[in-house]
């Protein structure tokens, strides 16, 4: 039998490669372009091949904020993944108060990043702030303006409290998710608590577990906002994370030939470190 | 190992039941004996595995006690009952190998790990999980993880009780013959009450000695398979167990007898005379298909009817007759001259029930 080959289907694909050719592709394609290069104006540019980026991977500045990062990425999945699952067990499982809780989670989730930072701003001064002047009349010091670790501090508050509902959120659907039966089977095998959350509702949320770990790392390895409005990043550099630092090399220096070679250094750290949670979540499912 | 006592015990599902329709389970009592293999069957919906979860203590009754050994334990959840219970679908703990998955209820008990270690094998030779047990439970197929299921509440063997809830649903055909009878050697073997809920009147009856048959929530006969054909004692029991099912023809009583269109069954005096007391119910005259005699040739007493449908299945055929306006089925052996057109029909007396309400009118001894 002749089989004709014929490949015109491939035109199909046409639209959606010109959308990510322009959204993605060609936006992309410019940073590289921009930091294998110096570039002055439209007409005059020099290759200067990977000198940017033994310039960007040598620059302390870049290495202090990326640590910062690496710390800061740490506690908050530290802190919120824990958190979220405790409050998915704690939530009710039907009627009105079911509702009532998904309602309440979801909002801190509806609250821009920027409002979110001048909230806390205001929140914790101790003039006018409910918390700042309620930490000082009790005798507390609390400075976040001043002191590196009250910063610090607020601004890993701030995520817990802007984020921490995503992953309760996710973790409450897959536990829904289990049928009676498991928990049925679970009192009559004489199953403690412990041994249900570990056999059955963890195994259960191992996938909305995994989607929850990577959107908290991305996110959190991206913050930009929240430490910018609340101390512009201070005081000092104590809380100017990665993307704060690039932003000013970029625009606020106009380095660009070494901002756009980190850019492309940050972008493979994220993809280098998402890919290693999900090969090491996914790992147990490939064992016989 | 225990006697289960069920006294007046009703459930419904609805905080206010306003009528006997909102009960799952019909005010009722029964025991279930200590060491018996019983079978309770019924159609989808009927209640059964309401009835299951509340003997399993996994629901609480709205009425009534449950008693093991006459003790009630209402109040006591499943664990303090120490009963086992096998689902429906498999339920198997994922991240766990197969023998941790056998292990885990003797473990969650405190048993000794060299105690463990023997009865997990124990167990697995007799399901045929050998091969298994070091396997992640997880990537079984369908009937190997209720295998596992099964296994987990074979393990124990200090239970008052075993109770299935339909556990063969999901196995293959061929495996659910060898699984019944290793369930049957288990049941030999340790002694331990047994209660196997099903549809399958087959299942039922290989697996049990005495059948509950349940329907509409209540249980409307409970005896060995044997009595459950030949003298059902409710038109549904009648239906619902055998193939094809008893025919039922409605009837309304004369002196003597019962009659349908122009046809009369003489019946045996004392029957009419308790027919007579109960007074105006409906009245349904019943008999197996098994049991209807059928000939080619006229004999004594003989009814005429005409043969509609033969329906031949290899060692018996099914003969469709109509009698009066009556479809009746009849069973054939298969060395029986079948009749064309006409066939002679007649209802040998000690096969024939009468039901009023759609329950056995019984003669008093």
């Known amino acids: 039998m002749n089989k004709v080959i014929n490949n015109k289907a491939w035109w199909l694909v046409l639209p959606v490669f010109l959308l990510v050719a322009f959204s993605a592709i060609l936006p992309m394609m410019t940073v590289v372009n921009y930091s294998v290069q110096d570039i002055f104006d439209a007409s005059t540019r020099t290759f200067v091949g990977v000198e940017w980026y033994q310039q960007v991977l040598q620059n302390e500045r870049l290495h202090d904020s990326l640590l910062r990062q690496f710390i800061f990425s740490a506690c908050v999945l530290l802190i919120e993944i824990p958190l979220g699952i405790a409050i998915a067990l704690c939530m009710p499982t039907k009627g009105r108060w079911a509702s009532a809780c998904l309602i309440v989670m979801a909002i801190p989730l509806l609250i821009p990043w920027n409002v979110i930072g001048t909230i806390w701003q205001i929140f914790g001064r101790a003039d006018i702030g409910l918390l700042g002047w309620t930490l000082s009349e009790l005798g507390i010091s609390y400075n976040y303006a001043a002191n590196t670790m009250d910063a610090w501090v607020t601004v890993l508050v701030m995520d817990v409290w802007h984020w921490t509902s995503l992953v309760a959120l996710l973790c409450y659907s897959g536990l829904r998710a289990i049928p009676d039966v498991y928990y049925q089977a679970a009192r009559i095998d004489r199953a403690s608590a412990w041994a249900v959350f570990r056999h059955i509702q963890l195994p259960k949320m191992k996938s909305v577990l995994l989607i929850a770990v990577m959107l908290r790392f991305m996110d959190s390895f991206m913050i930009y906002t929240e430490p910018f409005v609340l101390t512009g990043g201070g005081p000092g550099n104590a809380t100017t994370f990665l993307s704060q630092t690039l932003t000013k090399m970029a625009v606020g220096q106009f380095d660009l030939g070494p901002a756009a070679a980190f850019s492309l250094v940050y972008f493979l750290i994220i993809l280098l470190v998402s890919w290693a949670f999900y090969t090491a979540m996914t790992h147990n499912d490939q064992q016989r | 190992m225990a006697e289960i006592r069920l006294q007046n015990l009703a459930h419904s599902y609805s905080a206010q039941p306003s009528g006997a329709e909102d009960y799952a389970i019909r005010e009722m009592t029964h025991v279930w004996e200590q060491g018996g293999a019983y079978a309770l069957l019924g159609p989808s919906g009927c209640g059964k595995s309401t009835l299951l979860n509340i003997i399993s203590g996994l629901l609480s009754p709205s009425e009534g006690q449950v008693l093991f050994d006459m003790r009630e334990v209402n109040d006591l959840s499943p664990q303090e009952r120490n009963i086992a219970q096998v689902f429906q679908f498999p339920v198997v703990y994922d991240t766990m190998t197969v023998f941790d998955n056998l292990a885990f209820p003797l473990r969650n008990q405190g048993l000794a790990e060299s105690r463990v270690t023997s009865k997990v094998h124990e167990i697995a030779e007799v399901l045929d999980l050998h091969p298994l047990l070091h396997r992640k439970a997880r990537n079984l197929t369908a009937d190997e993880k209720q295998k596992v299921s099964m296994g987990r509440g074979l393990v124990r063997d200090d239970v008052s009780a075993i109770l299935f809830d339909e556990p063969l649903t999901v196995i293959d055909p061929h495996l659910k013959w060898k699984l019944r009878r290793k369930l049957k050697q288990i049941h030999e073997q340790f002694n331990i009450t047994m209660v196997y809920v099903t549809h399958d009147q087959l299942e039922a009856s290989t697996f049990a000695d005495k059948i509950a048959v349940m329907y509409g929530g209540q249980i409307v006969q409970f005896g060995t398979p044997r009595e459950l054909f030949e003298r059902p004692k409710h038109t549904f029991v009648g239906f619902f167990i055998g193939s094809p099912g008893m025919n039922l023809i409605e009837v309304s009583p004369y002196a003597g007898g019962v009659c349908f269109g122009q046809t009369r069954v003489p019946l045996a005096p004392a029957l009419c005379q308790r027919i007579a007391e109960l007074g105006g119910q409906s ?59 006409v066939a002679y029909i007649g209802f040998p007396s000690q096969w024939l029930m009468v039901y009023a309400d759609d329950v056995l009118v019984e003669v008093r001894p």
Do not use: C, M, N, W
């Open chain 2, 283 to 341: 009245l349904k005259l019943g008999i197996r298909p098994e049991f209807v005699h059928v000939s080619d040739e006229p004999f004594v007493d003989a009814l005429r009817g005409e043969v509609r449908h033969v329906e031949d299945l290899g060692t018996y055929k099914i003969l469709t007759l109509e009698l009066d306006g009556v479809t009746l089925k009849a069973r054939l052996q298969e060395d029986l001259p079948v009749p064309h057109k």
